[in-house]
């Protein structure tokens, strides 16, 4: 019962609709104990040679007349505690969606995504059977059990009824056990399930990596792993799952072979008649419901209670960015302040970034260099927010980044990761996506901007033309430029292009540098980049090396100190040479 506790906020939320329910439910209980009855009446009435035509007519419109009433009732309690568990599922879902977009990346860095989905729909619901299924046989195999066994023993014989009561307590001890089994079974299937998800979406993700390799039939033989390993602990489950019904049954029909012995005993003696005798067999029969359901109970409760658990341990985990209670609920601007002394990700020993401090004035440009892992992404997750715990500060219009909401933050930013995500549907949504009331000209316009309008328009039904699941049908270059279309029709005040120009050539690549300089001249941009012509026009550019900046200054001045920079920059310079096919000398 522990999960109907742990399910009370839901409850109470919705406790008229389960009182209205419950109440239905309960007069269906009571207007079941009446054709019972009245066959035993009728079947006296046979014995006595005393029925009449008119008697006949009126026992059967007694029972007509209970059967109307029991299918509005029935139609009516499913519609409001069944309707309830739909609405639970919605709220649940809800909650773990509202929870997955609340956190950092790190919460993503250490659980799966088809884990995170098996809790979103199995064990949503399974919760959702218990609020629904479970309220049912919790209130029907009480409600209709005593209402039968009062009806058995006051208007029938209350001995009769002891004697077929006493193997019940076994239903109770074997339903318990059971249980306890189920639900130990179930959450470890629930996680089976989780890792065949997990490995399903991976695959389908990854198919065209998978298929270059060659490496179909190892990933299916991997597949079939998985998927047999949720079969096995399935069948662990049902294994369990189908002992209640037989043992049930078995205890019920131990039931009426008691209720018949002692029954005949009783006609004989004359304290029962032949009709009594039925009519209590066919309450009986109305027994085998509850039991049934009393069993049905255990394992609902026990899926229930073990995907419930799974659900709270996500939702228990806290959100580690949150909003101070007085924070600022506007888009900051102005100029960027940033001085961090240190930082380091979480689960690593070695600092990320020491003693990185630049100012950057509205309207100009910071270029970003250095190698893998020099700390130009740490930069920028800083100031996405998307982490925090670091020594020092980063100032935004005058005042640090944590004094805004965080969603006022972000939307006065626009940023262009290297991992560049578009969604299943048309062109025009994806750049659009940033501001879904802009108007087609202001799409079009964000598109010239990126150079992609021209491609688009070549494209087999233009801005109507879905790009399929992560962009899938582009190329890099044009998944890349959709993308900085996307954040420029934000109309940011901070933009962000963290390697964002790599897939496009030195042509295209010129050409939307000149064109963001031109739009942008009184915004701010960032711009980090392995290819250093893309930064080369910046105001300011910084060298990063192991955490630190090494060297800062415009593309002239890193010229003339003939440092790192100047050692990239002939490089590059050669290796261009080179494959235009030149000669060294």
Known sequence: MNVFFKLGWFFKERKKQYIVGLLALMLVAILQLIPPKVIGYTIDEIGLGTLTTNSLLMWVGIILLSSLLIYGLRYFWRLMIF??????????????????????????????????????TNDVSAVQQTAGGGVLTLFDSITTGTFVILAMAITIDWRLTLIALIPMPLVAISSTYYGKLLHERFHIAQSAFSDLNDKTQESITGIKVIKTFGQQNEDIDDFKRLSSEVVSKNMKVARVDSLFDPTISLIIGISFFLSLGFGAKFIVEGSMTIGDLVAFNTYLGLLVWPMLAFGMLFNIMERGSASYDRIESILSIPVEIEDKPNAINERPDGNLIFNVNKFTFPGDERPSLKNVNFE??????????????????AILKLLLRE??????????????????????????????????????????????FTNPDADVNQVEYAARLAHIHEDILRFTDGYKTVVGERGVSLSGGQKQRISIARALLSNPELLIL?????????????????????ERSDKTTIITSHRLSAIQHAHIIIVMHEGSIVEKGTHEELMELKGRYFEMYNLQQLEQLVEKGGEVK
């Open 83 to 120: 309707g309830s568990s739909n609405y639970m599922a919605m709220t649940l879902r809800k909650k773990l969606f509202l929870h997955f977009s609340k956190m950092s990346p790190s919460f993503y860095q250490q659980r799966r995504i088809g884990d995170l989905m098996a809790h979103a």
């Open 360 to 377: 950057l004035n509205r309207g100009e440009t910071l270029g970003i260099v250095g190698k893998t892992g020099s700390g130009k992404t």
């Open 387 to 432: 982490f925090e715990g670091y020594e020092g500060e980063i100032i935004f219009g005058g005042r640090r980044i944590d004094d805004y909401r965080k969603m006022r933050l972000l939307e006065s930013i626009g940023y262009v990761p290297q991992d560049h995500f578009l969604f299943s549907s048309s062109v025009y949504n994806n750049i659009a």
């Open 498 to 518: 963290d390697d964002s120009l790599s897939a496009v050539d030195a042509k295209t690549e010129e050409a939307i540098l000149e064109a963001l300089k031109e």
